[in-house]
């Protein structure tokens, strides 16, 4: 069985968000170093253009949240936190969000793509070319690299797909080099 139909099954055919029966389609939930059912959901066009591109926000569009933010699955949680955290300056909003209970892993996962935060005190990921990097992206390597506490050599020219970010250092990102989880300076790679 595929992802979309494990999704649909567990909606029951309709979008984890609004539920709108109608154009659903997977959405891997930021940041995608797991992917699988517990970390994707099945959402609408509206809702995850929406998700993607917060210049076209309806905030009326997300009142839906008063009933799927209770829903069981972490993904939907997540999402639903960071749709209401964009939308604090609603006063609906705010007050779902004081309602709204996370455990502490899926408030930290809801909390990495830094929606919560106020535009002064997010951390900015940049490449050497000064391209805003964000969880997900995939990045080159620039120059070779040794790794840290191994032999290892990361070659330059080595891709490094479904990075993350660090939350604290903008100089920092993750990603996998072969089989290997590596920490990685920025000014070291470059956005693909």
């Not at 649909?8 to 940041?31: H, I, T, W």
């Not at 839906?64 to 609603?90: F, G, I, T």
């Not at 990495?112 to 990097?133: F, Q, S």
Request: proline fraction near 3%; charge should be negative.
């Amino acid at each position: 069985m595929s992802l979309f139909e494990q999704l649909k099954e567990r909606s029951g055919s309709q979008c984890e968000l609004c539920a709108v029966p109608d154009n659903l389609q997977v959405y891997e939930v930021p940041p995608k170093s797991i992917v699988g059912l517990d970390r994707s959901l099945l959402g609408c066009e509206t809702c995850i253009g929406q998700i993607e591109n917060p210049d076209t926000t309806d905030a009326n569009h997300w009142r839906c949240l008063n009933d799927s933010m209770w829903s069981e699955h972490e993904a939907v949680k997540a999402v639903a936190w960071r749709m209401l955290s964009r939308l604090k300056s609603e006063g609906w909003s705010q007050d779902l969000l004081d309602m709204m209970y996370l455990e502490e892993e899926t408030l930290k996962w809801a909390k990495e793509t830094g929606e919560g935060e106020e535009e002064g005190e997010k951390i900015i990921h940049r490449d050497v070319n000064g391209v805003v990097l964000q969880n997900g992206d995939s990045v080159v390597l620039i120059k070779d690299l040794k790794v840290k506490g191994s032999s290892m050599v990361a070659k330059q020219g080595t891709a490094v797909r479904r990075i993350s970010l660090d939350r604290e250092n903008a100089e920092f990102i993750e990603g996998k080099v072969g089989p290997t989880q590596i920490v990685i300076i920025t000014k070291y790679v470059k956005k693909i």
